[in-house]
């Protein structure tokens, strides 16, 4: 691919790549985006020929700058551009061996797929459980929904508390839970997360990470994440992808990347001087060596 920097996985590198201790998929990806181009407005482009992969079972961390494209990616798997007068004009989108670009949005919720927004988006005039409901609305096994909100409530104990409080009511880290839960309730195969720890306590944050990863373990989803909190988006990642201008600049698994020189000065707030803050990195004249 041009323009993009591959690392090689190989040894103790693939290793530290895979948290959860699991050797490296060898079946086809779950999802595959092949040369993806989107426009807004009919003017305005913002990927640029994008391909990325998730394996089934991984979860893939989505990293780079504010304007990068990370949301817009996710809203071109999730059928979601279309409200934003988005479309994607090249390339294609493939789910579980399927195309889907241009798919209804709840047909793609059918197929297995639930996009978290960024910010929540709870339903805040209706109770939590109200809320968990919704995220059920397009199963067909309508039976199975009760055992599923048990299970929310296993991951989320503090929404068992307040299943008939009003999740306007609730506080940012509940209503994140909220969020999630509402998307378990979907059943998915495959979840999209944009920015899960926006506006949370670092504790909370923390916390939310963990049970991304359990829902990653114990329930065998998968997940693409959008995260600007790149570290802890690694942590819980077995590979990543970095984007900048809408297009993947850097790939490799997240043991790669924590590890990358780039990446670090860049993204984790540490360069060849030693630790910076995000807010210094971010103001630095970028000497994107990996597009060289």
């Known amino acids: 691919m041009k323009g993009r920097r591959r690392t090689r996985e190989t040894g103790a590198g693939a290793a ?3 948290p959860n201790g699991r050797p490296p998929p060898n079946s086809a990806p779950l999802l595959r985006l092949n040369n993806v181009e989107v426009l807004y407005d009919d003017v305005i482009l913002v990927l ?24 817009t990616t996710l809203k071109a798997i999730s059928g979601l551009l279309r409200v934003e007068d988005g479309e994607v004009t090249g390339g294609t989108v493939v789910f579980d061996g399927e195309e889907i670009q241009g798919t209804d949005a ?13 910010g929540r988006r709870v339903f805040e005039h209706l109770t939590v459980l109200e809320n968990l409901a919704a995220g059920a609305y397009a199963r067909r096994d309508r039976r199975g929904t009760g055992a599923d909100v048990d299970k929310v409530f296993h991951y989320f104990p503090a929404l068992a508390e307040r299943r008939r409080q009003l999740a306007g009511h609730l506080s940012g880290g ?5 969020a999630l839960g509402r998307a378990l309730m979907a059943s998915p195969r495959m979840m999209l997360l944009d920015e899960p720890s926006l506006g949370l306590a670092p504790v909370l944050v923390e916390s939310i990470f963990e049970i991304v990863r359990r829902i990653n373990r114990e329930e065998g989803t998968t997940i693409l994440l959008v995260e600007q909190n790149a570290r802890l988006a690694l942590s819980v ?16 698994s ?7 020189e780039d990446v670090k000065e860049f993204y984790l707030g540490l360069g060849d001087a030693g630790r910076r803050s995000y807010r210094d990195v971010k103001h630095y004249r970028r000497r994107k060596r990996w597009l060289s």
């Open 174 to 178: 509940e209503q994140q839970m909220v």
């Open 254 to 260: 997240a043991g790669e990347l924590r590890a990358n």
């Open 106 to 118: 709840h047909r793609i919720v059918e197929k297995g797929v639930f996009h978290v927004l960024e």
């Open 237 to 252: 990642a077995d590979r990543g992808y970095v984007m900048e201008g809408g297009r993947v600049v850097l790939e490799g």
């Open 16 to 18: 530290a790549g895979a």
């Open 48 to 71: 640029r020929g994008l391909s990325l992969e998730v394996g089934e079972g991984r979860i893939a961390a989505l990293l780079g700058s504010n304007g990068a494209g990370k949301t």
